[in-house]
């Protein structure tokens, strides 16, 4: 099977969108065909390491410019008009060969971390950005930690940062940090008192315990791990924002991520609805191709409704953020959207290609399947930067107000 076909070419259009997002996305696509396609199935299938940690993609990434894409030019960004929708752009273009490696070196580094540091002093900025863009630093978000994640409130939260004369001291245990294993800085959400404050933490300071990476069910290319503090010095011009603001800093990074996870999860959709489509196209049952079947035809037509639809409202929720208008219930719409259809798209992929579906390889051909890594992959994409129950919470509350939502 050649399974070169790019069914997002003939039937869906970028039509509507700026002439520089197109740019971006033809940018995005060469590096993901001539860098991730070879490199995929190690990144997909090969288990977590502490050794693991890819380098030479996020550097590749680097390299390719592509940390460019969400800043302006006083940092060493490209100030594009548009900057979050061609960031997602890319995300959705990362993702569709490799998605664990496109949330840990896209999402976590460029998105969750960028948009942080872009928001802090104008020193952090100009220190960090920069070094960023040039893959001279590695970055962690640590907001989740063993007993709580979803509910980010100063009475579930246990990291402190005491005020000491010069910054502070902070001690705790955050769990399931992405890019811990290699990290430079962590961006480290923390409960100073009755409120929250984010600080950028040096990871190379003394007082600071890195776990192995977590064992995951999918996204094996994104390490996470524990990180513990103990009694960690933080000068005071490390932190982000004013003392107390850390739940909205967290919350404005965390709101462009969670179009991150619907574009990513475009990008799998769209990835087993290509190979899928080719191979039931070929192979026969009953002396007919699979796609004769007018079952699979009517689950393909609304498959491709589905991945439109999700592609359409994160670049609308995108360019929305972009105009300053940004839209929590919409960001939460493009997040529900776009991570069910790579899981609800994976998983008939899977039933229609049959046992090949189910299958890492083939080992008597020598052939390697994609499709079991996408439905693994996917299912994350409904639980992590705020589980799909807490989107509709919040979608729902812009319907019927806090009043009765709570
Ligand atoms: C691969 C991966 C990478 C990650 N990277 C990071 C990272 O870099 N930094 C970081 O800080 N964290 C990270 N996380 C943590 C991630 O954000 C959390 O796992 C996620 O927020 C869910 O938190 P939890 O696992 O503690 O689940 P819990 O908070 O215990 O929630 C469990 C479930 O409860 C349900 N639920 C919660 N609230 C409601 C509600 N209001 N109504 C109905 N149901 C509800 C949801 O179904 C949810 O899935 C990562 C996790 C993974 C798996």
Redesign the pocket.
Known sequence: MKNSKRYANEIFSDLWLPAEALEIRKDARDFADRILKPLSHDLNTTPESRDGFRHDVLQSIAGAGLYEIPFSTDVGGRGLGFPTLATLITMEELGYYAPGAASAFYD?QAILCGQTLNNASESIRQEFIPKLIKGEVIC?????EPGT???LSAKAMQTSAERVEGGYVVNGH?R???NSVAGDIVLLLCKTGATLTMLLVDMHDDGIRVSDPDM?MG?HA?L?ADIEFSNVFVPEERRIGEEGSGLSVALSALTVGRAGIAALGVGMAQRAFDYSADYISEREVFGEPIALFQHWQFKYADHAIAIENARNLYQKAAMNHDRGNSSLSLMAMAKVAGSEVAVDMARDAIQACGGYGFARRMSAEGIDWPLEAIYRDSK?GE?????N??QR?AIAREIFGRSITG
């Open positions: 976590g962690c978000f640590a907001t989740s994640s979803t509910d955050k399931w940090i992405t995951k996204n994104q996470t994350i639980i992590y930067e705020g589980a129950e807490v919470w």
